[in-house]
C-alpha cells in the first residue's frame, strides 16, 4: 500500500500562515481532505474535495488543486488552530481509505 | 443536529471478541455510508472498515481482514463492529464516522462519534 507523507510538524507565530503538505504518487488525479484533531477530541473535517470548506469552517482554511502534492493552508493562525492535521485519499486500486502521516500544527 | 455515539469498549484479553456500537442520530441513517477508523495510542488515524447505505456493499482494512466485520442496523440506527482474535496491537480509540454519500468508496468522513477505547493485553 502507498504511503501520503505530511511534515511530522509546522510552528508558526499567532498571525502568520501554515502551510501543510501531502504528497505521494497517489495524489495525482484523486479528491484529497483534511481533518483537524485536537488534543483529545475526536478529528473535524476541514477541507473536502481539495478545496471545499464545510459548514462553521473558518474561510482562513483553504485547500489547494491537485498534483503531486496537496497543500491545507491556515491563514492569520490562531491559539486553537494548534492540532495534528491529516490528509485523506481513497484508493480504488486497493478499495482502501488512506490517511496521511498527520502534521502537529504549534503555534508559538 | 448530528451525533454519533460509540459505547462497547473494554479490556479485552488476547484472542478475545468485542463488539463495538455506534448509535446515529440527526440524519436518515440508512442514506449513507458509515466507516470505523481507529487511533492507537500516539499515533495516526487508520482506517478500519466502510459499509454502503443499505449494507450490501463493504470493504475492510488488510490489518483486519478475517477478524473484523462491520455491520449496521438501519431500523435501529446504529452501526456495528465485530472483533474477533483481537491483538495487542488492535489497542486503540475507535471512531465511527459518517460519509456523506450512500455509498462507502471514494468519500471524506463528514462527521466522527467521540470514540470507544479498546485494549487488548494479557
Known amino acids: 500500500s502507498f504511503v501520503l507523507t505530511q511534515p511530522p510538524s509546522v510552528s508558526v507565530a499567532p498571525g502568520q500562515t501554515a502551510t501543510i503538505t501531502c504528497g505521494g504518487d497517489?495524489?495525482?488525479?484523486?479528491?484529497v481532505h483534511w481533518y483537524q484533531q485536537r488534543p483529545g477530541q475526536a478529528p473535524v473535517l476541514v477541507i473536502y474535495?481539495?478545496?471545499r470548506r464545510p459548514s462553521g469552517i473558518p474561510e482562513r482554511f483553504s485547500g489547494s488543486s491537485p498534483g503531486k502534492t496537496a497543500t491545507l493552508t491556515i491563514g492569520r493562525v490562531e491559539a486553537g488552530d494548534e492540532a495534528d492535521y491529516y490528509c485523506?485519499?481513497?484508493?480504488?486500486?486497493?478499495?482502501?481509505?488512506?490517511f496521511g502521516t498527520g502534521t502537529k500544527v504549534t503555534v508559538l | 443536529e448530528v451525533q454519533l455515539v460509540e459505547s462497547g469498549g473494554d479490556w479485552v484479553q488476547p484472542g478475545g471478541s468485542l463488539r463495538l456500537s455506534c448509535a446515529a442520530s440527526?440524519?436518515?441513517?440508512?442514506?449513507?455510508?458509515m466507516s470505523w477508523v481507529r487511533q492507537a495510542p500516539g499515533e495516526r488515524l487508520e482506517w478500519v472498515s466502510s459499509?454502503?447505505?443499505?449494507?450490501?456493499?463493504?470493504y475492510t482494512a488488510d490489518s483486519v481482514k478475517g477478524r473484523f466485520t462491520i455491520s449496521r442496523d438501519n431500523s435501529k440506527d446504529t452501526l456495528f463492529l465485530q472483533m474477533d482474535s483481537l491483538r495487542a496491537e488492535d489497542t486503540a480509540l475507535y471512531f465511527c464516522?459518517?460519509?456523506?454519500?450512500?455509498?462507502?468508496?471514494?468519500?471524506?468522513?463528514?462527521?466522527w462519534g467521540q470514540g470507544a477505547r479498546v485494549t487488548v493485553s494479557s
Open positions: 464516522a459518517k460519509s456523506d454519500s450512500f455509498s462507502p468508496s471514494g468519500y471524506y468522513f463528514e462527521f
Open positions: 440527526g440524519f436518515t441513517f440508512g442514506s449513507y455510508a
Open positions: 459499509l454502503s447505505g443499505s449494507g450490501g456493499t463493504t
Open positions: 497517489i495524489i495525482g488525479g484523486r479528491n
Open positions: 474535495h481539495y478545496t
Open positions: 485523506q485519499v481513497w484508493d480504488s486500486n486497493s478499495d482502501h481509505y488512506v
